[in-house]
């Protein structure tokens, strides 16, 4: 079975929001579907995207599970991005909060970390 992944954030500046998801995620959107979203490619056939939809933005919440967290977290802080909240389960699973300029929610999470 074939599946492609797009999970959507509903924003209400679309210019703000670009510049920041491209702080966080590195790089500018593979493309624009038309002029009011922007789409990054994360993985192969695995996608998230901005949209302007203002009377929806801020309710997103997406936790994206990496092998390389700590390198990441790096790279962001190096782009000038801050998380609003770390954690550590009872497991060892860490998860690095980040809020958009609407609130939206997106989560980094990783294994334990390596000694």
């Given at each position: 079975?074939?599946l492609?992944?797009?999970?959507?954030?509903?924003?209400?500046?679309?210019?703000?929001?670009?510049?920041?998801?491209?702080?966080?995620f590195?790089?500018?959107?593979?493309f624009f579907?038309n002029?009011?979203?922007?789409?990054w490619e994360?993985?192969?056939?695995?996608y998230?995207y901005i949209?302007?939809?203002p009377?929806r933005?801020?309710?997103?919440?997406h936790?994206?599970?990496?092998?390389d967290?700590?390198?990441?977290?790096?790279g962001?802080?190096?782009?000038?991005?801050?998380?609003?909240?770390r954690e550590?389960?009872?497991n060892?699973?860490?998860?690095?909060?980040y809020?958009?300029?609407?609130?939206?929610?997106?989560g980094l999470?990783?294994g334990?970390?390596t000694?």
């Open positions: 079975m074939s492609d992944l797009f999970a959507g954030i509903p924003v209400s500046d679309f210019t703000a929001a670009l510049a920041w998801y491209e702080q966080l590195g790089t500018p959107p593979g579907p002029d009011t979203e922007a789409v994360l993985a192969e056939h695995r998230v949209e302007h939809l009377a933005a801020g309710n997103a919440l936790t994206l599970f990496v092998d967290l700590d390198t990441r977290v790096a962001i802080a190096d782009r000038g991005l801050e998380p609003a909240k550590t389960y009872s060892g699973v860490r998860k690095i909060t809020h958009d300029p609407d609130g939206n929610e997106i999470g990783g334990p970390a000694t």
